[in-house]
């Protein structure tokens, strides 16, 4: 059965979407002859009527389609409008955090319950992780899971932000809305990163095994010595390979900043994982330093969480979340333009 994208009243796309689908929201008044709609395997748009198989569903005959429309961004079928790809931006650092705390602190109910439920899921992975024999399987599970579930999460905060009824129901969206998607960002985004720090381990290993010494996790818990021994040596060849790490951290670092929006992307636009994150690039590269910037003041106050007896962080990590999105509006809002 053919898939299909159309252009909703919200002038935004949706798809791939079923026939079944599109008779619902015709029945349900969402949509029209004049709707604008195409296949999945097409690349014109033209109005919902000229469809032989929705055709009989619209009481009067559909209007002359207008011209093919060609999506802006082609590069994917799902970007929708992508406007904001031709202008400049510039964020307010400070004006963010004021703003996410605003916004938190207005409806402090839903976004604490939020993010005492991502820190409970984080705190659960974490601990089941550790069981012998089954606890990679957990941590495979949480892996799996942690592209939908912070795509769910941001998506809260986003609703939040453009003041659109949250829910704390919505941090689970990403698993319904785009699970797959979400969890190709974070499976590609790691992979990559991953890669950047490849020397480094590699470096690190190879000056363990110089050293001859040998280890079995069983013996280490009944010697407390050899632990010792151990954590000294482990610590000194970090000090000795840091120029390694520093040199590997580099790009780390960069490239993660640069896809930082790519989740929120496939949330808010539709957009393919790959799309999502060439997307977020390229406005992110406009002005690296100002997002970095904004990263690290996120990082400091949720610092200062946990020191707050951890307590802190139920207020601190709401707060960074809006904030996030609030420089999400500021560079890729349609509306700005």
Not at 298 to 321: E, K, S, Y
Request: glycine share 10%; proline share 6%.
């Amino acid at each position: 059965m053919a898939n299909y994208f159309i252009i909703g009243g919200d002038t935004k796309e949706y798809g791939p979407i079923t026939e079944a689908d599109i008779r619902l929201w015709i029945a349900e008044g969402r949509l029209n002859a004049q709707s604008s709609a195409r296949r999945e395997a097409d690349a014109s748009w033209v109005s919902l009527g000229n469809f032989p198989e929705f055709a009989n569903l619209f009481s009067t005959p559909p209007t002359i389609a207008p011209p093919p429309v060609t999506p802006e961004f082609s590069a994917s079928p799902s970007t929708g409008s992508t406007t904001f790809l031709q202008r400049d931006y510039e964020l307010d650092l400070g004006g963010c955090i004021t703003r996410g705390w605003e916004l938190v602190k207005g409806n402090l109910g839903v976004f604490l319950v939020g993010a005492l439920i991502y820190l409970l899921v984080q705190g659960a992975a974490s601990a089941l992780g550790n069981i012998p024999l089954v606890g990679p399987l957990f941590t495979i599970a949480n892996f799996v899971i942690s592209g939908p579930f912070m795509g769910g999460v941001l998506w809260l905060f986003l609703r939040g932000v453009r003041g659109e009824p949250a829910e704390v129901g919505d941090i689970f969206a990403g698993f319904k809305r785009a699970f797959v998607p979400l969890f190709l960002v974070t499976l590609v985004q790691s992979l990559l990163i991953g890669l950047c720090m490849t020397p480094f381990i590699i470096v690190l290993v190879m000056k363990f095994i110089a050293t001859g010494m040998h280890f079995n996790p069983q013996d280490l818990e009944n010697n407390p010595a050899a632990a010792q021994e151990l954590v000294k040596t482990v610590l000194g060849l970090l000090f000795v390979t840091l120029p390694v790490l520093l040199m590997c951290l580099i790009p780390a670092i960069y490239l993660g900043t640069c896809w930082k929006f790519s989740l929120p992307l496939v949330m808010d636009k539709g957009m393919d994982f790959w799309t999502a994150m060439k997307t977020s690039f390229k406005m992110v590269n406009k002005h690296w330093w100002q997002v970095f910037g904004l990263l690290i003041l996120i990082g400091l106050l949720n610092v200062a969480g946990f020191m707050a007896c951890c307590v802190g962080v139920l207020f601190t990590m709401p707060v960074g979340f809006a904030a996030l999105m609030f420089a999400y509006e500021t560079i890729f809002d349609e509306r700005q333009n």
